[in-house]
């Protein structure tokens, strides 16, 4: 037990600023208290120290901008493809005997991985977004994230109107097997992927935080004007996409791969910088 | 706290202050309580605080010592004088401990 709690507080002080980590953790271990109590402790400055940081405007803006509406619609759209995902790939399987099935197979293949790279690409976008605009929040922020995600889940409308179409044929096991892979691939590993990105930027030189804080800020709303867009001309019953949808959708294509380029780019970037005398030794 | 990080003068440190309010008031001070308030000294020009060099004792970890500025120590007497004015001719001015009981 008191491992663990000490474990704990070594936890929670990584939520500590350096120095204020050092001083607390020393002022501990000179006074001998118990892990339990330092734990109480430790929570209590850490809950003090993150309450202050919501104190300005920036971390709700993240919150209400990113965290929740991001979280919400990728727990919606990502639950819609794992499960098309996951039924289509066991149909397949099932059926591959089938030389029709297995001629249909390649156009299935590219229309899935086109699907699953834009949704983890704004996975990433999201994580990165987190991340980059409030480092020191992230704690909250990515657990409110995570949490507007699996809410995405629970209250997907298919799954409260039992209109989801769930073959039992498929089996219970692979069926959530595949399901759950595909989430973990594609929505969580990007996100936590992203918010690392993020975190490690977050130090940069002002000028390339303030591009990088507008290209992602240029992105996001782009995402959600043209959502916005789309669910107003469905719901208005006007089935002619105007051309404004149009171009909007072809600039929030490219701006949904943007991940890729910055990877592409910084691994790039990584292999031409000439290495330091540590990293060459392997330290 | 002030009253604290001034009778400890030039031990005053973190774990130090804490433990020398404890023993004053016979209250637990939480670490929380104690570094956000340390927080709010600093900023206000009351205290000025950095950190130390590691010790042993603390398993190599270094302590945020703390000084009382001289607006940190007008400002504490300011406190006391108006505490000891407000308070004139009550009934628990006129029995404190060690004082007419």
Redesign the interface.
């Known amino acids: 037990m008191t491992s663990i709690s000490w474990r704990a507080v070594d936890l929670l002080c990584q939520m500590l600023e350096p120095d204020e980590r050092a001083a607390v953790r020393g002022d501990l271990t000179e006074s001998g208290e118990t892990g339990g109590r330092s734990l109480a402790g430790v929570l209590g400055l850490v809950l003090r120290r993150q309450a202050a940081l919501w104190k300005v405007w920036q971390p709700w803006a993240v919150l209400v901008g990113i965290a929740v509406p991001l979280g919400w619609s990728l727990g919606l759209v990502s639950w819609d493809l794992s499960h098309r995902s996951a039924n289509h790939i066991l149909s397949y399987a099932r059926q591959w005997n089938n030389p029709i099935i297995r001629e249909d197979f390649p156009g299935f293949a590219e229309t899935t991985l086109i699907s699953w790279l834009s949704v983890s690409c704004v996975s990433w976008i999201s994580g990165f977004g987190l991340g980059f605009m409030s480092s020191r929040t992230v704690p909250i922020n990515g657990a409110l994230y995570g949490s507007a995600l699996l809410l995405g889940y629970v209250a997907n409308p298919h799954l409260l109107t039992g209109t989801h179409y769930w073959t039992p044929a498929s089996g219970f096991t692979p069926y959530y097997g595949l399901f759950l892979t595909v989430l973990a691939v594609v929505v969580v590993l990007p996100s936590v992927l992203g918010i690392r990105q993020g975190l490690r930027l977050a130090s940069h030189r002002p000028f390339i935080q303030t591009a990088l804080r507008a290209a992602t800020i240029g992105i996001l709303v782009m995402f959600a004007i043209r959502a916005g867009l789309g669910i107003f001309w469905r719901v208005t019953g006007a089935f002619t996409h105007p051309p404004i949808l149009d171009l909007l959708s072809s600039v929030v294509r490219i701006g949904m791969y943007w991940p890729m380029v910055y990877l592409v780019v910084s691994a790039v970037a990584r292999c031409r910088r000439p290495r330091g005398a540590a990293e060459i030794a392997g330290l | 706290m002030l009253t604290a990080a001034t009778r400890l003068g030039d031990d005053a440190?973190?774990?130090a202050i804490?433990?020398e309010i404890e023993d004053a008031t016979g209250s637990r001070c939480?670490?929380?309580?104690l570094?956000?308030t340390l927080d709010r000294l600093e900023a206000k020009g009351f205290v000025k605080t950095w950190?130390g060099d590691?010790?042993p004792?603390?398993?190599g970890?270094?302590?945020?010592i703390v000084r009382v500025t001289s607006s940190g120590a007008r400002a504490a007497k300011d406190f006391y004088n108006a505490v000891t004015r407000v308070t004139r001719g009550v009934p628990w001015e006129a029995h404190r401990v060690g004082e007419r009981i």
Request: no cysteine.
């Open positions: 440190y973190g774990g804490r433990q939480s670490i929380g309580a570094y956000t950190m590691p010790t004792q603390r398993g970890r270094p302590k945020r």
